[in-house]
């Protein structure tokens, strides 16, 4: 297994990332997934600070530790000097004087990671930075389409939704573009961003449901702009531009569908489908553990924090 380059201590945005990246997170994933764990030269400590709300990135990033054996420390934002002030620097500054190995931050400002200072050491991982990338999410994605498929070239891949809002729109289509896939992508006119035009073609969702391989749905992303101002009721949308009963039924046999979530039913798909045999929603989940425990493994190895490591069949 090779080792990431000086310098990944960090995971803040899949810009540099290529095939041959991913498929190691992957090949890690499945690792874990089978029973490969970790032993420490020392107690490693980690903490997991969220800035917006989160059910899946926060659980699944405090499982994944658990299961890689770390020691996790609670930071609730709520009740931390945040409140008197303090910068996301300053806080990411301490939590290293403390003896912190690795932070986990969710933020509502896009790129919050740019203001941060270089000489910060700490291992640190995007958690979802405002509506700019969701790392995590999106190399959990890729776990999951090519646990499916076996190869991201000859995918055809609709993204639906609140484009320019979403966050996991945003990483997923730019790497699955650098993977070769063919990306579709639809939802009100108003939520599709010229950032998208480079990466694949808008369209129409009836022109292609019955083509593609993967529909990736989004939630619309309410907190991050006035719904009083936009007219689309929940029906319309989901009549206009979500996944509707008869929409899936024309999907291919073998098309999955996909959604970060969490999902609002009836809104962006019918309630029922999110069951139903072609969703991956909730494998989507259990693979984002695994996942997890890949990069947060890359960035311990990165800061020589690993011991040895060794698979034990019984370990998850
Ligand atoms: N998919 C995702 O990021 O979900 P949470 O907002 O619940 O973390």
Known sequence: MENLSIGDYKLTTIDHFDEN?????????????DGFRMHYKRPVYCT?????????????FEMA??????????????????SKGETLDDTLLTLQALGVDIAVVRHPQNKFYRSLNPDNSMGLINGGDGSGQHPSQTLL???????????????KILIAGDLIHSRVAHSNAKLLKKLGAQIFFSGPVEWYG?????LGTYVDIDDVIDQ????MLLRIQTERFDASQNDLSVDQYLSK??????RAEKMKPTAIIMHPAPVNRGTEIEGELVES???????????????RMAIITDILRTKGLIESEEFNESAN
């Open 21 to 33: 990246m991913v498929m190691h997170k992957i090949k890690l994933a499945y690792q874990f997934r």
């Open 48 to 60: 997991n600070l969220f800035f917006e709300n989160s059910t899946r990135t926060k659980t699944s």
């Open 65 to 82: 530790e658990a299961k890689l054996g770390l020691k996790i420390l609670d930071f609730d934002v709520q009740h931390s000097s945040v």
């Open 141 to 155: 994605d890729m776990f999951t389409i090519y646990d499916e498929f076996q190869n991201f070239a000859n995918l």
């Open 194 to 198: 010229s950032e998208f035009d480079q």
């Open 212 to 215: 593609v391989d993967v529909v």
């Open 241 to 246: 531009y979500g996944l509707t009963k008869q």
């Open 277 to 291: 045999s072609a969703s991956r929603i909730f494998q989507q989940m259990t693979n984002g553990v695994f996942m």
